[in-house]
């Protein structure tokens, strides 16, 4: 019996394998400013796109609320931003519902990299605020995180940002107090000016 012996030629070099396409920031900002996503909000965590939910009314009012709250409680030292961009690192921009940064809007031309205090308005992303965002806020050192809770009408007050492997993003909040209508607090930023959960919830 004879036996064929196949020779094989060259070896082409292989394919690149498919793999996830990290953004990075500037192409994230372009996408937004030339309204890419029609509307949706979509926010890039850790180079991942995410689209959220579509706000319902109780969150928008929430929102218009605690903006109409925090505006007066901070003085002309410092810009109340609802829904813009803030840029953690080259490839995070978690466009927080509020965030209040120091400066005067005329001369901030740049996107901020951090806040005195965020605030986002949960309806149906409880969850990820709470666990994700808060890791990644936390990780960005924000001191004063609160999260509105619009469905079981309470405020998450999340503070004291510390080193946590066990986190998403490697960091997480030690205290996180849950205040209820009725109940106050003020922004670690401005003392002088107690906030009730009534003022912000619907």
């Known amino acids: 019996m004879s036996i064929a012996v196949l020779k094989s030629g060259p070896r082409k070099a292989s394919a690149p394998l498919p793999r996830p396409y990290s953004w990075q920031v500037d192409e994230f900002q372009r996408a937004r400013e030339a309204n890419v996503w029609d509307g949706h909000k979509v926010l890039l965590i850790d180079g991942e796109l995410i689209e959220m939910p579509a706000a319902k009314p109780p969150h928008d009012i929430s929102l218009t609320l605690a903006y109409r709250t925090f505006s007066k409680i901070f003085d002309d030292t410092h810009v109340v931003r609802i829904q813009m961009g803030m840029v953690f690192n080259i490839n995070t921009d978690p466009i927080p519902d509020l965030a209040v940064v120091p400066g005067d809007p005329r001369t901030m031309v740049a996107t901020p990299t951090s806040a005195v205090f965020v605030l986002e308005v949960s309806e149906s992303s409880l969850a990820f605020?709470?666990?994700?965002?808060?890791?990644?806020?936390?990780?960005?050192?924000?001191?004063?995180?609160?999260?509105?809770?619009?469905?079981?009408?309470?405020?998450?007050?999340?503070?004291?940002?510390?080193?946590?492997?066990?986190?998403?993003?490697?960091?997480?909040?030690?205290?996180?107090?849950?205040?209820?209508?009725?109940?106050?607090?003020?922004?670690?930023?401005?003392?002088?000016?107690?906030?009730?959960?009534?003022?912000?919830?619907?």
Not at 162 to 170: L, Q
């Open 129 to 202: 605020d709470t666990r994700e965002k808060a890791s990644l806020y936390a990780a960005a050192a924000i001191a004063d995180y609160w999260v509105v809770d619009v469905v079981n009408r309470q405020v998450l007050v999340h503070r004291s940002p510390v080193s946590d492997a066990t986190a998403k993003y490697g960091s997480a909040y030690s205290s996180v107090t849950a205040l209820s209508p009725g109940q106050s607090l003020a922004p670690l930023a401005a003392p002088q000016r107690a906030v009730d959960p009534a003022e912000i919830l619907v």
